[in-house]
């Protein structure tokens, strides 16, 4: 089956247009934890004519070509065609352990490229054809057993003062990706970011915060809900 890169895909005439933003995906971001065998992803199509799904892992460059990343899992299948309004099961399977950090979280990116098939009808209509492809990236997260439960892991996070900035520092093992920083009154920053384990950032903020006051930062949980946590200033 030939498939389409989204990284090589030619813009030819554009006269007609077929967009493929059709599958979508149960979930946002995937953990796989230490004692799984495999974990899953399903996908489902949602148009009324089938679409080819490529799926591959990545180690953080975007531009990188699927044939060329070379990461411990192995995906099932990593191309397949999904009938129309129906659905696809992709297996994802550690295959090399050694790769992977025992003392914290290890982050690659799980791709999906979303191709529609050009119709025999719109192969043989006498006008040329511009066939787009929509690439999506999901975090996807190696998290060894002896790290515990992540669900405190924001409120560890240690926040110090400074002129219209703020520091924070991420002592945990985990990766902490960050929507919105408010205190008592307003919100002082609403960029989301992330930070990786043992990683500090300097943030710029709307207002003034001082040490000893106590702010609410917006934090992306394993199910990829924001939830709250409250940490005071140092």
């Known amino acids: 089956m030939k498939i389409l890169s989204l990284l090589n895909i030619s813009l030819l005439f554009i ?31 949602t148009a009324n004519r089938p679409a080819v799904a490529q799926v591959w892992l990545d180690e953080g460059d975007p531009k990188a070509l699927p044939e060329t990343i070379k990461t411990p899992f192995q995906i099932t299948p990593p191309i397949s065609k999904i ?4 659905g696809q099961t992709i297996r994802i399977k550690l295959v090399d352990r050694t790769l992977l950090s025992t003392d914290k979280e290890t982050l690659y990116w799980l791709n999906l490229l979303d191709i529609p098939p050009i119709t025999k009808s719109e192969r043989n209509a006498e006008q040329n054809m511009l066939q787009l492809a929509i690439r999506s990236r999901f975090k996807f997260m190696y998290r060894p057993k002896k790290l515990g439960s992540r669900e405190l ?4 996070l240690q926040i110090f003062a400074g002129k219209q900035n703020i520091q924070v520092k991420n002592p945990t093992p985990f990766f902490i990706t960050i929507t919105a920083i408010n205190d008592e009154k307003k919100t002082l920053n609403a960029e989301a970011f992330m930070l990786a384990p043992g990683e500090s950032q300097t943030i710029k903020i709307n207002g003034v915060v001082n040490s000893g006051d106590n702010i609410t930062i917006n934090n992306i ?11 005071k200033v140092k």
């Not at 009938?83 to 129906?86: C, H």
């Not at 892991?153 to 560890?156: G, L, S, T």
């Open 221 to 231: 949980n394993d199910y990829g809900a924001e939830v709250p946590a409250k940490i």
């Open 15 to 45: 006269c007609h247009f077929s967009f493929a933003n059709n599958i979508i995906v149960n979930g946002t971001r995937f953990i796989y934890s230490e004692n799984d065998k495999e974990i899953t992803v399903q996908l489902n199509n």
């Open 83 to 86: 009938s129309a309004n129906g």
């Open 153 to 156: 892991a924001p409120e560890q």
